[in-house]
């Protein structure tokens, strides 16, 4: 005699595991998932309608808080989708120093989401290590462009300013040291038993069923999708590097927790590489009506307070024309799709939020699974509602 | 000239009379179409053309044109690399276009926030509720002539720009 009531129970918004205000209606058979509705929109702020309020430059710290453990990425798919709009592009030594801001987000982002994971299947000691090693890139951050998340660093055009002194030094002590680190982490799960129970086998999605959602990112890499923007669609100068792009074979939890593993060694190789290269030179691009004017310039010469101010109160117009941009996020493919009626605010700013998407295969992923298992996948999708509900 | 793409060609050769035109811009392909076919076209590109994800669904709204909406999908082909941006004008009358839900599950919560934040239905789609604004909101904010500050209060008076 069998008992066919479910029950409904109600996941977030307030939980530790759903990584923000993520709220799962999930309908459950004693312990085993039959249905998931997602509620989301708590963090909606409209930055879509926002933006179209404000000019080129003032959207650039609406980016910053969409996905708020990789600042960096978010800036540079805005200001390349601008550039492409205006048909500029940024010196070599910015594109360059973009490209190592943007691989050692994509380590923090990737550390944020090791610590959390682990943590959620009850892995403490990693959850501390990852935050430990989190702070040096924190600190390069805080140093170069004075804030820990909302950098607002990147320009139009280039760098809001060059690197300081002793950035080199700093950065090639991280690559020196975190592969030290990324052994401890793997040491510590990699053959663990309890880690292997909880993860492997566990949230299955095809590489078919994956394509279906439109999933991107190491997701969609683990269920044995080759796609990587960084190489198949190059911006900032990626064509320049080479690296690995890692794939999954059993498109579960274990292969995704794989994926970001190598994929945080290849960012430390891209690094390496970007720092072997970098030349002294200009971090702005020679386009006056478009770049602000140097500082020497606006507190010394009446020319360019005139210029600086002209830019910041007027912005610049930007020819009509609509653009998509792609760039490869921690978390998958960010874009950003501007339509331009030719002045100095956008007609329309789309953003395409990885995590968005992604989110959608859940109960997909879910179903039939325990509701324990349920957690391990929320943090293997790595979503951050910043950008889900933007 | 958008003429000379390879995709583009095989559009015109088969959808002749739904290609209403064909743009470059910056490199970058876009195809409006009439919004009746958009399913049989997205289907052809799927099979045909290896056009499999689809990477974004969205909205712009135009008061005053015609056709008051313009509905935006970005495909991409991960065998070819390419990227394809089609288009489909929808008049404010009859602002509904057909879902893609059957060709691509993603396309869900995609058309959902389409629906939520400018009032576009989609036939067919198996779950039309508001994704992002609470169920009860007035109003569709991406629209033009939705107020920033909300429907409720007063225009915000100091520098905004």
Known sequence: MANKETMTLNMG????????????????????????????????????????HRTYHQIIPLTDRLDYLAPMHNNLGYVLAVEKLLGIEAPERARTIRVIMAELT?????????????????AMTVFIYCFREREDIMSVYEKISGARMTTNFFRVGGLSQDVYDGFETDVRRIVAEFPGHFETYEGLLTRNTIWL????????????EAIDFGMTGPVLRGSGVDLDLRRDDPYSGYENYSFKVPVGTECDTFDRYKVRLVEMRES??????????????????????????????????????????????????????????????????LGYYIVSDGTAKPYRLRIRPPSFINLQAIEKMC???????????IGSLDIVLGEIDR | MAEDNHTVIMLRARFADSIISAKKFRGEVTVTVRKEDIVAICGFLKDNLRYNLLTDVTAVDYPGNSSRFMMVYH?????EKARLRLKAPIAETDSAIDSLVPLWKGAD?????????????????????????????????????????????????????
């Open chain 2, 75 to 79: 495909l991409y082909s991960i065998a």
């Open chain 1, 13 to 52: 918004p307030q939980h530790p595991s759903t990584h923000g205000v993520l709220r799962l209606i999930v309908e459950l058979d004693g312990e085993v998932i039959q249905k998931i509705t997602p509620d989301i929109g708590y963090l909606h702020r409209g930055v879509e309608k926002l933006a179209e």
């Open chain 1, 367 to 377: 179903k039939g699974a325990m509701i324990a298992d349920l957690i391990a996948v």
């Open chain 2, 109 to 161: 919560w995609l058309e959902r926030e389409v629906f939520d934040l400018f009032g576009i239905g989609f036939n067919n789609h198996p779950d039309l509720r508001r994704i992002l604004m609470p169920d009860d909101w007035p109003g569709h904010p991406l629209r033009k002539d939705y107020p920033l500050q909300g429907p409720d209060r007063e225009p915000y008076k100091g520098r905004l720009s």
């Open chain 1, 106 to 122: 994509r380590l923090m982002s990737h550390l944020l989401w090791l610590a959390c994971h682990a943590l959620d299947i009850g």
């Open chain 1, 268 to 333: 430390l190789n891209i690094i390496a590489q970007a720092l072997d290269s970098l030349r002294p030179g200009p971090v702005l691009a020679d386009a006056p009506q478009v770049c602000y004017p140097p500082k020497e310039a606006v507190y010394n010469t009446i020319e360019g307070l005139i210029h600086h101010f002209k830019i910041a109160s007027e912005g610049f117009p930007v020819p009509a024309g609509e653009v998509y941009q792609g760039v490869e996020n921690p978390k998958g493919e």
């Open chain 1, 197 to 208: 129970q909880r993860t492997v086998g566990n949230g299955v999605i095809s590489a078919q």
